[in-house]
C-alpha cells in the first residue's frame, strides 16, 4: 500500500493529533459525559488508519507494529478481567466498584468513580488496537498462490 | 409531535437509502448507500436523545465504511444475473403482511412513544439507577455507569467476544504457515 497525494499527507499531519485527542478525550471523560471506552477507542483506531491510508503501510507498521497491537490487545483484555476479579477480595462480588467505595472522591470529578475510569481506558486500548488489527488483516495482507502450489498469506507489495 | 416527524423522515430516509443498497448492481455505490442508513441512523439515535448510541455509531459507521470501500473498490463487481421466482416473492410478501397485521394490534395497547410504562412504576431496576446511580458509582453518565458497573459482566462477555474474534482473525490469516512436519516457512 503506497500513501496518497501531497494534499492528503499535508492535511493529515495537521488532522492526526486532533483525532487521537479527542479518542483519548472521549475514554477518560467517559463517566461524566456522552462517550466512553468504546467509541473512544474507535477514534483512535481511525487516527491510526488514517495515518496508514495516507503514509502507506510502512511508516505506521515501523512505529505501530502488529506485535506492539497483539500485545496491547491482549494485556488491555488481561488488566479489565483483574479490574473484575480484584472485586472478590475486596467489595465480596464480581466488579465491585471497591475504589469508588474506599477512595469516594469529588462528585463530578475526573477520579470520583474508582473503577470505571479503569475499565475505560481498558476497553478504550483493547478496541483501538483491535479495529487496527482488523484492518491490517483485511487490507495489507493478501493471499496468493505461490510457484509450488501452496497457498499463503502474504503483506501486498502494491496496490492494485 | 415535532419529533415524531423528525424521526419518520429519516426512517424513510434509511429505507430508501436501504433499498438503493440492495437493488443497485454497482458495490460501491451500494457500500455508500449502505453508509447513508447508518448515518441516518445515528441522526435518528441523537434525536430520541441517545447521545452515546450517536457517537458509537457515528464512529464505527467510519471505520466500517473505509473497510468496505478498501475491500470492494479494487474488486471486479460481477452483475449478478438470474430471474425472480415468484413463488417465493409471494412467500415473503404474505408474511411481511402477516408480521404487520400482528404489529398493529400487538403495539396498539402500549402507551405513548417517549413514555415507557416500565417507568410508572417506582421500585423498577431503571428508576432505582436514574435514582442513585451518581451517588452509588460516582459516574455522572448513567450509560457508563449501568455498562461498567451495574452490568460490567456483559460488558466482560462483549470484550471477549472482540478478543476471541480477533484471536481467530489471526490465527487463520497469520503471514507464516507451518508444514506437515512442524517447521515453521516463511
Redesign the interface.
Known sequence: MKGMSLIVKTVTRWVKVFIFLFGVY?IIT??????????GG??I??SY?LLT?AFGKEFTLNRFGTGIA?VL??SS?LI??IV?LLGFGSGGV??A?YL?KRF??E??SLL?????LI??IA?GI??AS??F???I???V?RLVTGTDG?K????DEE?? | MEIDIIIFVLLVFMAIAALIAVETKNLLSSVISLGAVGFGLSMAFLFLRAPDLAIVQIAVEVVLLIFLIRATISRDTIPETGRIRWWGLAFVLLLMAGVLVFGYFAFHDLGNFGEPIISAVKSTPSNLYLREGLEKTGAANIVTSIILDYRAYDTLGEATVLFTAIIGALAILRSRTKTDKGERKK
Open positions: 472521549l467517559g463517566h461524566l459525559s456522552p462517550g466512553g471506552g468504546f467509541s474507535v477514534i483506531a481511525c488508519i491510508l497483539k490487545d491482549s483484555a479489565f478481567l473484575g464480581f466488579f466498584n469508588q469516594p472522591g462528585e463530578l470520583g468513580s474508582g473503577n470505571i475499565s475505560n476497553i483493547k478496541v483491535s479495529l488489527l482488523v484492518f488483516i483485511l487490507s495482507l501452496i499463503r498469506i502474504v503483506q496496490e492494485e
